[in-house]
């Protein structure tokens, strides 16, 4: 029990498009959850926490408009990279809280994202 | 403001002998502390947590200590095997919902 998916699991993608992110609990009903970046050889960024059907709170120096999510239903969040550069390409991982699992999250295989 | 750190970037260790990773914080706050194994373009794998209220979590070849007063953990895996060959995050939490990471430490188990 507890899998997160991810999909997909690579992009690539030209500069100044949009790229959409789906995390999906699998098998328990998320009531949170968090989305993070992660460079090279970096540690795991918190970029924004989001609840199913509120808006998703961004950590400082997140862009909302620019990293936009979609915490539509229990199973489901969305990242979606606007008008995508560069120096956005980065690995992106969701993770998901709610269920049996208590308070502990349950992190997605992430995906790693290349912008042209 | 790196709140969790984990000075070691790298450990290497001989099967068999033990990995002992370490973990320093700064946020007097933080009260749940977790260690996380990641391979390369995967995400993160829970290990092992403490609460602040105890001193010493085991969960068989892994072991987590935690002293408050020097605001330091350290994971400790014995007997360390091949296998266990991957970067290692701790990741700290307090009054919110929110996991701060350290920055990793690869640790490779050579035989």
């Known amino acids: 029990g507890a899998v997160v998916s991810q999909h997909p699991s690579w992009v690539i993608c030209k500069s100044g498009t949009s790229v959409k992110i789906e995390c999906r609990s699998l098998?328990?009903?998320?009531?949170?959850m968090f989305w993070y970046r992660q460079f090279p050889k970096q540690s795991l960024m918190l970029m924004a926490t989001?609840?199913?059907?509120?808006?998703?709170?961004?950590e400082q120096g997140v862009e909302k408009d620019k990293f936009l999510i979609n915490h539509a239903s229990l199973t489901l969040s969305t990242l979606t990279v606007t008008s995508a550069h560069p120096e956005d390409s980065s690995f992106y991982i969701c993770?998901?809280?709610?269920?049996?699992?208590?308070?502990?999250?349950?992190f997605g295989p992430g995906t790693r994202l290349t912008v042209l | 403001d790196q709140q969790v750190k984990q000075n070691s970037p790298s450990l290497s260790v001989q099967e068999g002998r033990i990995s002992i990773l370490n973990c320093d914080y700064t946020?007097?706050?933080?009260?749940?502390f977790l260690w996380y194994k990641k391979y390369p373009a995967e995400g993160p794998t829970f290990l092992i947590s403490i609460s602040s209220i105890k001193d010493k979590n085991e969960d068989g070849r892994f072991t987590v200590f935690l002293n408050k007063s020097a605001k330091h953990l350290s994971l400790h895996i014995v007997p360390s095997q091949p296998g266990d060959s991957a970067v290692y995050f701790c990741?700290?939490?307090?009054?919110?919902?929110?996991?701060?990471f350290g920055t990793g430490t690869r640790l490779q188990v050579f035989p």
């Open positions: 098998d328990f009903q998320a009531t949170t």
């Open positions: 989001s609840n199913e059907g509120s808006k998703a709170t961004y």
């Open positions: 993770s998901a809280r709610g269920g049996r699992g208590g308070d502990e999250q349950f």
């Open positions: 946020n007097s706050m933080f009260d749940y």
């Open positions: 990741a700290a939490s307090g009054n919110t919902d929110k996991l701060i």
